[in-house]
């Protein structure tokens, strides 16, 4: 009786380590995912800011050198 209880505990124990593992692996994924949307606006503002000082240059007629 005593081997199939014991089974039965580290079965248990065995799901909920996973459970545990399971639920740190949701949260790093929603924090990679939070700083991806982050690191994207950035990109996108870094993009607009880029346009409109090549829009400013190219209509003033000024070059690079």
């Not at 639920?23 to 990109?43: M, Y």
């Given at each position: 009786m005593f081997?199939?209880?014991l089974a039965i505990?580290?079965?248990f124990l065995g799901v909920a380590v996973l459970g545990v593992?399971?639920?740190k692996v949701f949260v790093e994924a929603q924090?990679?995912?939070r700083q991806v949307t982050t690191t994207t606006e950035?990109?996108?503002q870094a993009?607009?800011?880029l346009e409109r000082?090549?829009?400013r240059l190219a209509a003033t007629g000024d070059?690079?050198?």
């Amino acid at each position: 009786m005593f081997w199939p209880m014991l089974a039965i505990a580290l079965g248990f124990l065995g799901v909920a380590v996973l459970g545990v593992l399971a639920i740190k692996v949701f949260v790093e994924a929603q924090r990679l995912g939070r700083q991806v949307t982050t690191t994207t606006e950035r990109i996108n503002q870094a993009s607009e800011e880029l346009e409109r000082a090549a829009t400013r240059l190219a209509a003033t007629g000024d070059s690079l050198r």
